[in-house]
């Protein structure tokens, strides 16, 4: 069994090195799908992080009349909570508003002075809300805007961020569905590519299978170098991809981190190191085994 394997895996290597300009020009077309696949990858994980980032900053703001009894605003608080579609609310009653207020413009004596010229408290009672997800603000909203509530509340206000999330989704959606079937177009461009390549190597064999043929050669000895050919391509294309985007996602982190400062994106590779090289090594060698198995199919009518 041994000598069976390393005779498969010989005529296999030797199959991919004879043409080596073939071999190079299905590498490139390889590498380049294994490339747009983990350029996705990456993107995914920085939109992730940005959208999560951008929807912690958004919420609705409630503000109540400054007279307005703390039971009924702790009574609108527990419904809103109720709904499925809220994250979470926060209650900032006038007292811990005008701390807040204070601790903020410690800085400004403008704003000091008049503070301790006023005799009451400016500011009103207010609910922070945060929905589950970006979309579902509109429907708290819509609770929000009850007659019976209308005579205690002063304004009810999206953040203006509510309008950049949007628009990110929006983006985030077209540009992974261009990604997706960028990957699919060169994916099929592989396969393409490595078909016609083993399909010439099949062809250019043609005699030495006959003669295999006539002295009883098994089927998985004339075709298993073929499918070695494939795995070969998938293999090598999958390092060589690596090997050119690990420097470009290590000299890239760093401005990354200028725009979102919680994401690393070299502890992120770091981290899932062995899973991107599984995939990348699954996707590879399954690019060229598939490819290989149609030629294999269609040509030796195994």
Known sequence: MATFLSRIFKYGWQSFSRGKWLSVATLVVIVLALVVFESLIVFTVITKTSLSLLQDKIDISVYFKP????????????????????????????????????????????????????????????????????????????????????????????????????????????????GLILTILLTLTAIVITFNTVSLAIYSNREEIGIMRLVGAPNSLISGPYMVEGIIYGVIGAIISLLLFWPAVYWGAPYLKYFLTDLDLRAYFSTHFLSLIGYQLIFGIALGVISSNFAIQKYLKI
């Open 67 to 178: 007279k307005t009894n703390e039971d009924a605003i702790l009574k609108i608080k527990k419904a809103i909570e109720a709904l499925p579609e809220t994250a979470s609310v926060e209650y900032v009653s006038r007292e811990k508003a005008l701390a807040l207020f204070k601790e903020t413009h410690k800085n400004d004596v403008a704003i000091s002075q008049a503070l301790q010229e006023l005799n009451d408290n400016p500011l009103s009672p207010v609910l922070n809300i945060k929905a589950q997800k970006p979309d579902q603000y509109a429907m708290i909203a819509e609770e929000l805007e009850r007659e019976s509530w209308q005579s205690i509340t002063q304004k009810i206000t999206y953040r203006q961020n509510q309008t950049i999330i949007d628009r990110l989704s929006k983006i985030i959606d077209i540009t992974n569905r261009v």
